[in-house]
């Protein structure tokens, strides 16, 4: 069974920093291009950053440039977003994603002016 579990969202203030874990389970890791997407109140989903599956390429959309920094662990399964300087305009959920079609729980990240 695939599984996607994010964790590390909260509360923080704007200019600060949080990391997301995603945990992976169920499919061969490094086979897969693996995504973080967000969907704030009222507004539709949206893709931030996805990284390769050799960890050779990322992409990040354009607001979360110089700001975000996605990373993998092939040996612990997991996906990191790093972000800082955050601001009020990234409070979403954010979810894991990978292209078969599955996607995590969610994890709420909220930042306060």
């Known amino acids: 069974e695939v599984q996607l579990v994010e964790s590390g969202g909260g509360l923080v203030q704007a200019g600060g920093s949080l990391r997301l874990s995603c945990a992976a389970s169920?499919?061969?890791?490094?086979?897969?291009?693996i995504g973080w997407f967000r969907q704030a109140p009222g507004k539709e989903r949206e893709g931030v950053s996805c990284?390769?599956?050799?960890?050779?390429?990322?992409y990040y959309t354009d607001s979360v440039k110089g700001r975000f920094t996605i990373s993998r662990d092939n040996a612990e399964n997991t996906v990191y977003l790093q972000m800082n300087n955050l601001k009020p305009e990234d409070t979403a959920v954010y979810y894991c994603y990978i292209p078969s079609g599955y996607w995590g729980q969610g994890t709420q990240v909220t930042v306060s002016s």
């Open positions: 990284i390769s599956s050799s960890e050779g390429g990322t």
């Open positions: 169920g499919f061969t890791f490094d086979d897969y291009v």
